[in-house]
């Protein structure tokens, strides 16, 4: 595995589940130090280089990541299982959002919705293909249509990422279609 891809999961893990586990302190935001994030690197045997962590924020193929205006800080943009108090802005959303999973999963949702599970929202793209890629990551992708504009109508709220990424906190069966 390259060390781009060890980094960018080494920096998953810390910012959205274990910040403990590298020794750093979120603060409610969820924002870290970058010094203490490099720092970290150094001692899992990474690259602690501060132009190679520009370039995992910047490249990471889904934003994953975002530095603080004075590049002091660094966080994890959403998919938190720790308490953060996201700086989301709620937005209206388009007509339809796509969520991408497999076939296991379909049942459940089926006869529960969509829930956020061990995150804080569930999450919801703009676009077929980008839930499509999400749901590659486990197996065979099946994508749902969420009629998100409706949904919004009856008072749900929607929040949008500065990656572009559509949150809410659930999603009941009614909203959700399989075509």
């Known amino acids: 595995m390259p060390d781009y891809v060890k980094t960018s ?19 409610d935001a969820g924002w870290a130090e970058v010094d203490a994030v490099l720092a970290a690197l150094v001692r899992q045997g ?35 299982s720790i308490a953060v108090e996201g700086d989301w802005q709620q937005a209206s959303p388009p007509d339809r959002l796509y ?9 459940v949702i089926f006869a529960e919705g969509l829930k956020p599970m061990k995150r804080h929202h569930v999450h919801l793209s703009a676009d077929y293909a980008t839930a499509e890629r999400v749901g590659l990551r486990r197996g065979t992708p ?29 999603v009941p069966i009614a909203w959700i279609r399989q075509e």
């Open 46 to 80: 990474l690259d602690g280089d501060w132009e190679k962590l520009v370039q995992v924020v910047e490249q990471n193929d889904k934003q994953r990541f975002e530095l603080s205006a004075d590049a002091a800080r660094i966080r994890a943009r959403q998919g938190h």
């Open 142 to 170: 099946v994508v749902l249509t969420i009629e998100a504009g409706r949904f919004a109508a009856t008072g749900q709220p929607f929040f949008l990422t500065g990656n572009g990424v559509w949150l809410t906190s659930h």
């Open 9 to 27: 999961k080494a920096l998953s893990y810390w910012l959205r589940h274990r910040p403990d586990a590298a020794g750093l302190k979120l603060d």
């Open 99 to 107: 969520h991408g999973t497999v076939e296991r999963f379909i049942g």
